[in-house]
């Protein structure tokens, strides 16, 4: 049995949301700032392959995106994290 990719970055999504979704639940926590982040970036990425993938994206484009969520990723990662 072979899986696509489109359908791999399919499973990868929904895997992200549910689990993210049952963590919160399990935990006790409510939707904060990291989940959406976390969201953004297991929902982000993989439509961003699936895009490039299927050429709807141009290279400057693909590009442009995969360095606009990293640094989205990394400049975030500790700014509301208590100082230790």
């Known amino acids: 049995m072979t899986i696509d990719l489109n359908s791999g970055c399919l499973i990868i ?10 963590h919160r639940i399990v935990t006790k926590k409510g939707i904060g700032l990291r989940f959406c982040q976390f969201l953004a970036i297991s929902m982000g990425i993989p439509a961003i392959i699936m895009l490039a993938f299927a050429d709807k994206l141009e290279k400057q484009a693909i590009a442009s995106l995969i360095g606009a969520v990293i640094g989205f990723f990394i400049s975030k990662t500790g700014k509301d994290e208590p100082n230790a």
């Open 13 to 22: 999504m929904g895997i992200g949301a549910l689990g993210g979704i049952v």
